[in-house]
């Protein structure tokens, strides 16, 4: 069966009052999103990868010595990306739960401290990412960086958190200060609860 694009958890005016705009979801989500799904599809199709999931087809095509991915990579882990990236979101004001902030604070020091590093390696990416907070292999709270479509599943790592750092996720309410909606990602849209029952 063909993915599909899956609806957005809140309405498109839903984040506005956040720092997310309308227009931000409207391209974000219904343009970009639906354009990985779309190509996605065409390139598994007749393959072997029809009728795998996501994760199968991620960590069987992602190369790591490859200088650039593969178009079935690239579609299909940018369209697990943004499955994830809209969950990770809420229009609610949300409280970190008290097990992911000890979790947080056992591993990066404070909440302040892990913040800081998130933001520094989303705006450290040079060009297309995405920043992520994942549980390790060694059971560890990390953040990493990652180029392009690459994420933690190519790793095997757990994802917790993961902002998009493509421009497209943010030019339109912030123009090129990607530190700005680093920031106000953290601040005002992260849904913690999803963030702690991933754990």
């Given at each position: 069966m063909a993915f599909q694009l899956p609806d957005l958890p809140y309405s498109h005016d839903a984040l506005a009052g956040k720092g997310m705009s309308k227009e931000t979801l409207e391209y974000h989500h219904d343009k970009h999103h639906n354009a990985y799904?779309?190509?996605?599809?065409?390139?598994?199709?007749?393959?072997?990868?029809?009728?795998?999931?996501?994760?199968?087809?991620?960590?069987?095509?992602?190369?790591?010595?490859?200088?650039?991915?593969?178009g079935i990579f690239n579609n299909i882990s940018q369209l697990?990306?943004?499955n994830q990236f809209w969950e990770m979101m809420s229009p609610d004001d949300s409280t970190m739960p008290s097990e992911l902030?000890?979790?947080i604070t056992d591993s990066f020091g404070s909440v302040d401290k892990f913040k800081d590093e998130f933001k520094a390696a989303g705006a450290g990416q040079f060009g297309s990412g995405w920043a992520w907070l994942v549980k390790d292999t060694d059971g560890?709270?990390?953040?990493?960086?990652?180029?392009?479509?690459?994420?933690?599943?190519?790793?095997?790592?757990?994802?917790?958190?993961g902002c998009d750092v493509w421009e497209h996720s943010y030019y339109i309410d912030f123009r090129n200060a990607r530190p700005d909606y680093l920031t106000n990602f953290l601040d005002k849209l992260v849904n913690w609860e999803n963030v702690a029952s991933r754990m």
């Open positions: 799904v779309t190509n996605g599809n065409k390139a598994i199709e007749g393959t072997e990868w029809e009728g795998k999931s996501l994760e199968e087809i991620i960590k069987g095509t992602y190369d790591p010595k490859a200088v650039a991915q593969n697990w990306n943004h902030e000890k979790a560890g709270l990390k953040v990493t960086k990652t180029e392009n479509g690459v994420n933690p599943v190519c790793f095997g790592q757990t994802t917790l958190l």
